[in-house]
């Protein structure tokens, strides 16, 4: 149960254009929506919060802050759930500790949850599809039982069944846990779902503004 | 012993000129480095000939000295010239040479001391060509390696960098790169061990034996020359990678391209 406070983010470094840094909080179990043209530097901005480029500044969940603990403690509490997931081994079960999570409740629960099986770790990478991809990196990155999430179009490659599926799952987490999550997409729609408050950036600026929840929350 | 006249030399690079002109009719874009290696080739050694005629007769160690830097910084810098992703300038000569000087200067000197031990132990009729085969076998190695190494990152980056978001630690990420990196610097070596007396007979024992000495003594020198290669070469590359490796991280374990001649891109 921790806020992740960014204050005077500083990634012009990187980004010459954003000379204004970032100042912003996102409450424990809220989710605040990015959005911004592309190329405009939001996968930049979740690095940045991951640690996983250089930046100036002050990244806090709870009250721990980014430097005090080692580069891969934080970015396993921080998780930066990428765009597009890599995966460097010839099946699906060698990218996850399989036989301690096999016995795990939390990852059979994901597993199902995702529409998958447990066979699925005997998978051939090459074999899966974009969308199978995506949900399979989610469970990665869920295993690692983050304190805050950062997510990069995480349904992007999914189609609707699928979307919903893990949107799901994410919204349990969120709530269980009670963990901020930072939630970058291009859909308008499913950020006035997920989210509470917006991040729009733009051309060297930022502003934020909160959503008014729409009825239900998840579909 | 038969001496070779200018003319025997004459015969032999009309093999290199031919092999020049069919290269520049197939298009492969060899001929200019060929031939540009070719005569580097003809001056650097007939200079260190007469180099080494004066040194022999004079046995000065300052003199070796200045030699024995001269080689060290060439090969220092030959190292990086022929790398696809090169390390920047400054960065890489640093490791180059530095990761030489360990391993090369170390087994010459163990050699010299311990092994061979001639009177004065710098004796450049031993000294030298020692240190010569050793710098330029490991240089081979090393820069071999550090081609895979430095490839491999550049081609996985966006694994590497999945693989640090997960939380791994970066020696966990990027150990089987090293491991294959080493290991493609060390093949020539091994290979060259593995076939010596079955398929090739290796150079310095066919100069001994060209020159007179008897094939058993000229056999023993050669054993003693692969074993110090192989480890001054494997000692050597495991050095540079391993300080690459250590350097495409950051202080908080993030991949710093930065390190190699590329473009920069987030």
């Known amino acids: 149960m921790s806020d992740l406070t960014v204050k005077n983010l500083n990634i012009s470094s990187i980004l010459p254009d954003f000379s204004q840094p970032f100042d912003f909080l996102v409450p424990a179990g809220n989710c605040m929506g990015i959005?911004?043209?592309s190329g405009i530097g939001k996968s930049v901005l979740l690095k940045a919060l991951a640690d996983m480029i250089p930046h100036e500044g002050k990244i806090t969940l709870g009250d721990i802050e980014s430097r005090s603990i080692s580069a891969p403690q934080w970015r396993k509490r921080v998780a930066l759930l990428p765009a597009e997931s890599q995966w460097w081994c010839e099946t699906v079960g060698e990218h996850f500790y399989k036989d301690q999570h096999i016995k795990d409740d939390w990852f059979v629960f994901l597993i199902n949850k995702l529409g998958f099986k447990v066979d699925v770790m005997d998978w051939q990478v090459a074999h899966l599809s974009s969308g199978e991809k995506q949900r399979l990196a989610c469970i990665r990155v869920l295993m690692n039982k983050p304190g805050a999430l950062l997510l990069d179009e995480?349904?992007?490659n999914l189609d609707k069944e699928n979307r919903i599926l893990l949107e799901a799952v994410i919204a349990d987490y969120q709530e269980q846990h009670q963990i901020p999550v930072l939630w970058i997409s291009h859909d308008r729609e499913q950020l006035e779902r997920v989210s509470q408050q917006l991040l729009s950036l733009n051309k060297g600026k930022y502003e934020m503004s909160q959503i008014e929840q729409s009825t239900g929350g998840v579909s | 012993m038969i001496h070779l006249t200018p003319w025997d030399l004459v015969i032999a690079s009309g093999l290199i000129i031919l092999l020049a002109i069919t290269s520049l009719l197939l298009q492969l874009n060899i001929s200019r480095q060929l031939i540009i290696a070719a005569i580097r080739n003809v001056i650097q050694l007939l200079l260190i000939g007469y180099i080494l005629k004066l040194i022999f007769n004079s046995n000065n160690l300052l003199l070796l000295g200045t030699i024995a830097l001269?080689?060290?910084?060439?090969?220092?810098?030959?190292?990086?010239?022929?790398?696809?992703?090169?390390?920047?300038?400054?960065?890489?000569?640093?490791i180059g040479a530095s990761a030489l000087f360990l391993s090369s200067f170390t087994m010459a000197f163990l050699t010299l001391v311990v092994i061979v031990a001639p009177t004065p132990w710098?004796?450049?009729?031993?000294?030298?060509?020692?240190?010569?085969?050793?710098?330029?076998?490991?240089?081979?190695?090393?820069?071999l390696g550090m081609d895979k190494l430095n490839q491999s990152v550049y081609q996985q980056k966006l694994i590497i960098e999945q693989r640090l978001m997960l939380g791994q630690d970066y020696h966990e990420v990027i150990k089987e790169i090293r491991s294959e990196s080493?290991?493609?610097?060390?093949?020539?070596i091994i290979n060259s061990m593995a076939i010596a007396g079955l398929v090739s007979l290796p150079g310095m024992m066919t100069g001994q034996i060209l020159s007179g000495t008897p094939p058993v003594?000229?056999?023993?020198?050669?054993?003693?020359?692969?074993?110090?290669?192989?480890?001054?070469?494997g000692f050597g590359i495991m050095l540079a990678v391993w300080m690459i490796a250590k350097r495409l991280f950051d202080d908080r374990q993030r991949l710093n391209l930065e390190l190699l001649r590329v473009k920069r891109s987030y």
């Open chain 1, 35 to 37: 959005t911004g043209p």
């Open chain 2, 217 to 233: 003594e000229a056999v023993k020198y050669q054993i003693l020359i692969f074993f110090l290669i192989a480890s001054g070469t």
């Open chain 2, 182 to 188: 080493v290991r493609t610097g060390m093949i020539p």
């Open chain 2, 70 to 94: 001269v080689m060290l910084l060439v090969a220092g810098f030959e190292i990086n010239a022929r790398q696809k992703y090169p390390l920047k300038r400054w960065i890489g000569f640093k």
């Open chain 1, 154 to 156: 995480p349904t992007a």
């Open chain 2, 122 to 143: 710098y004796s450049p009729q031993y000294s030298i060509p020692l240190l010569g085969m050793l710098l330029g076998n490991t240089m081979n190695g090393i820069s």
